[in-house]
């Protein structure tokens, strides 16, 4: 065969192969035509329609169409990532995706869910895996651990530890001079931290402190996971704040760290080991709360183009 007419033909097969993939896309997008524009992200009618089977799964009895605007919030949360140089990757979608297949205590609402969005895998990905995946980043990894959106609280918290340090016996007088929250508490090896009951309120105890027991009423092998789940991070908790924060101080001291407690930052006083229990150790600690992740969301959210505008029927 003549070597220029094998090489034409070789063209031509590409070329139908290209025109063949074009052709697909738009005929994709014929049928799956966007129905709005979140700031640099498109929602498309699968990913709508795949939302609100989402929800019709979890929630039969609920008949309202709330797919975009679900869709809506979780896609303001990728493009404030984004304004922040926190652009949500493929790589970390594939990562969320696999997570959610291994972890997740339910199997069967899982496949539910997928089934809903009726195999379309793309749908899947943009109605489901990435908003878990914002949603959660947005508050727990960036909102929380950002250290310019706190910085001037911080700072302030900062300073008063200074004073604290320098005047550890009126700890409690200087925090109650400028208004900040002073509790007891106590942390040990065993049972992480624990709160002691408020002002007034006897017999009573509030523990652990910071950690949120969830999963009330799940199936028994649900909620045995869940509780050693929890009997982990407890220990963990209490474990970290022994050797990080009691281990170098001596009783009436104040800690130099300014301790991250997720909403909030501590300062904390180090009084005295508790009496006949081994790895017990009684505190005091002043609370300063970081910015309010409300006001600094809906901030956010107004430097973002919307069309349709975002609206709860």
């Known amino acids: 065969m003549d070597l220029k007419k094998e090489s034409k033909n070789k063209n031509k097969i590409y070329a139908l192969l290209i025109a063949s993939a074009i052709a697909g896309v738009a005929g994709y997008f014929f049928i799956n035509p966007k129905v709005a524009q979140v700031g640099d992200y498109s929602i498309y009618k699968n990913d709508v329609d795949c939302r609100d089977a989402i929800i019709l799964s979890s929630y039969p009895d609920d008949k309202r169409k709330l797919g975009l605007y679900q869709l809506t919030q979780s896609y303001q949360y990728a493009q404030i990532l984004k304004n922040f140089k926190q652009t949500i990757t493929k790589d970390q979608i594939q990562k969320e995706k696999e997570r959610i297949d291994k972890s997740t205590l339910m199997p069967e609402n899982l496949a ?6 009726g195999g379309d895998g793309w749908a899947y990905e943009n109605a489901f895996i990435l908003p878990a995946l914002v949603d959660r980043v947005i508050y727990y990894e960036f909102f929380l651990k950002n250290p310019e959106i706190h910085r001037e609280l911080f700072e302030k918290a900062q300073g008063w530890r200074d004073r604290a340090i320098k005047n550890p016996g009126d700890f409690e007088t200087l925090a109650k001079k400028e208004n900040h929250p002073v509790s007891l508490f106590a942390v040990s090896l065993d ?34 996971s869940l509780d050693q789940q929890q009997e982990q991070q407890i220990s963990a908790e209490g474990k970290k704040w022994i050797e990080d924060v009691i281990k170098p101080l001596q009783p009436g001291q104040v800690s130099p760290l300014v301790i991250d407690q997720g909403e909030v930052w501590m300062v904390v006083k180090y009084l005295k080991p ?21 006001e600094w969301l809906e901030a956010q959210k107004k430097l973002i183009p919307v069309n349709p505008p975002l609206l709860l029927k």
Do not use: H
């Open 112 to 117: 539910k869910i997928k089934a809903a969005c």
């Open 191 to 224: 049972r992480g931290l624990e709160w002691a009951p408020p002002p007034g309120i006897k017999g009573m105890k509030q523990g652990p402190a910071m950690i949120d027991r969830s999963g009330k009423g799940a199936p028994a092998a649900i909620q045995r």
């Open 274 to 294: 508790t009496v006949n229990e081994k790895n017990s150790f009684n505190m005091q600690g002043a609370v300063f709360p970081k910015r309010n992740y409300g």
